[in-house]
């Protein structure tokens, strides 16, 4: 199975910035898809960005310009630089992989999820 680890949430003022790390871990995987998804409390999970093995980045309206999704597939790990934050932008982040795994002669597709990393951005 894969296992995603995310780390650098945190309480940051409005303007300030952070930036989130995921690191997949596990055996006999590949991984064609990652992202950034965030949940504020009463709202539904959105995907706030993505970076598909061999494709384009893709970015919310609302963070364009603000955010940058990056990966280093030699570490199997995907960030998300966070620029200009503001507080619309406080929730909890999560990292999501999709991929195939082999799971002894069987090879499968896969999904994971971190376990989610708060981010508040408040004076």
């Known amino acids: 199975q894969v296992q995603l680890v995310e780390s650098g949430g945190g309480l940051v003022q409005p303007g300030g910035s952070l930036r989130l790390s995921c690191a997949a871990s596990g055996s006999n995987f590949d991984i064609n898809f990652m992202g950034w998804y965030r949940q504020a409390p009463g709202k539904e999970r959105e995907l706030v960005a993505s970076?598909?093995?061999?494709?384009?980045?893709n970015y919310a309206d609302s963070v364009k310009g603000r955010f940058t999704i990056s990966r280093d597939n030699a570490k199997n790990t995907v960030y998300l630089q966070m620029n200009n934050l503001k507080p619309e932008d406080t929730a909890v982040y999560y990292c999501?992989?999709?991929?195939?795994?082999?799971?002894?002669?069987?090879?499968?597709?896969?999904?994971?999820w971190g376990q989610g990393t708060p981010v508040t951005v408040s004076s």
């Open positions: 970076i598909p093995s061999g494709g384009t980045t």
């Open positions: 999501y992989a999709r991929g195939f795994a082999l799971l002894g002669t069987n090879l499968k597709p896969f999904t994971s």
